[in-house]
């Protein structure tokens, strides 16, 4: 199971998990896609159980490494990367995988094949994409549209209020992940949050303890195998 590209340090029990992703990058407006992944997994108490291996998907000069240097003393060094959290049905009432991470710099295709080749695997059948736009909105507007896999997903997502878009241009990897999730006849949909131009101010900066340039790793009780221890559509 794409040994090269997810690092899994066990694998949770887990009855048809519903996977929620969210990414830094394009789609990722007023720091909400990501913001919201974080804020479920702090809300839910969520456990890290894998991770995307860095080296395939990122290039380190664009998403450079953090380190932390105590008194000329090398401490620890956190490559870019992504985070797989698990969530149990008698905590949220369902099972829930919650991942965010960095928008892949390199193979798209690949990481889109291992994270959905992960649904594969724990049998989860429907992911959800969050993704949020800069938009001539207002900021007392309330504007959601979603992208589907599926012309009958689209109508179920419309009778729940939801708007749809028209749009040609490059995307974000949201739509890469979408793309093979209907080839592999795993409902996937995207929601995207449409956001005023005048509030150019990501959500971290409304909750302090949010750090919009932090790394989405390494977390508290993740062990690894082995270890002793502007938006696009």
Known sequence: ??????????????????????????????????????????????????????????????????????????????PPGGYLHVVQKQTAGRDMVLFKAPEPNLRWLYFAEALVGLCEEVKARTIIILGSMYDNVLHTDTVISAVASSEELLARLKEKGLSTVNYKGPSAIHSTILHEARKRGIECFSLWCHCPFSRERPISACFPSWDPCSRPGPVSGWKPRNSTGRGRI
Do not use: H, Q
């Open 1 to 78: 199971m794409f040994s090269d590209a997810i690092e899994i340090a066990y694998m949770p029990d887990m009855d048809d998990p519903v996977l929620i992703a969210g990414f830094e990058g394009w789609g990722n407006a007023l720091d909400l896609s990501r913001g919201m992944v974080d804020y479920l997994i702090e809300k839910l108490d969520a456990k890290a159980f894998g991770r995307i291996i860095p080296d395939p998907f990122y290039r380190f000069d664009e998403n450079r490494p953090s380190v932390e240097i105590e008194e000329g003393l090398l401490k620890k060094i956190t």
